[in-house]
C-alpha cells in the first residue's frame, strides 16, 4: 500500500496568501474551525478506510470551497490544495484553464457535488512517475 502524503494548515494558508499577493482579494482566515474541518475531512476518510486519491484530492476541494475558512480565494486555495495533494501523491491535473474555471465555480455554486468532483478529478488526471 502506498502511504500517502497530506497537506499540513501551514501548507494550505502558504497557498492561500500566494494566491491572494498574485491574483488579489481579500487576505485572512475567516474561520479557524472551517479550516480545521476543511483539512480534517480528506483525514477522517482515510481512517475510515477510503484509498481512492480522487476522493481524498475532492475532499480538501470540496470541503474548502464549500466551507469558506478564508475571507477571500477559498476557491483558489481549494483547487490548489486538491492540485497539490495529488501533485505531491504522483498524479497531475491535465485541464486547460477553461475546463478548470467552469468546475470550481460550478463545485462552489453546489452544481457540482463532492462525487461529481471526485469524477472530475479522476477523468483529468494522470499519473506521474513516481521518485526513486
Not at 470541503?63 to 478564508?70: D, E, L
Not at 483558489?76 to 474555471?101: H, K, S, W
Request: with cysteine; aromatic share 10%; proline share 4%.
Amino acid at each position: 500500500m502506498i502511504r500517502l502524503k497530506w497537506l499540513s494548515r501551514q501548507a494550505i494558508e502558504n497557498m492561500h496568501d500566494e494566491q491572494i499577493a498574485e491574483h488579489g482579494g481579500l487576505a485572512g482566515l475567516r474561520d479557524a474551525n472551517a479550516l480545521e474541518t476543511s483539512l480534517a475531512r480528506p483525514l477522517n476518510k482515510a481512517a475510515y478506510g477510503e484509498t481512492d486519491i480522487f476522493v481524498l484530492a475532492a475532499a480538501y476541494l470540496y470541503a474548502i470551497v464549500r466551507n469558506h475558512p478564508f475571507v477571500d480565494g477559498n476557491k483558489r486555495t481549494g483547487y490548489l490544495a486538491a492540485f497539490t495533494f495529488l501533485y505531491i501523491n504522483c498524479y497531475l491535473i491535465n485541464a486547460d484553464n477553461a475546463q478548470v474555471v467552469a468546475f470550481v465555480l460550478d463545485v462552489a455554486a453546489g452544481e457540482i457535488d463532492e462525487e461529481g468532483a471526485t469524477r472530475f478529478l479522476r477523468d483529468f488526471c494522470i499519473p506521474l512517475n513516481p521518485s526513486p
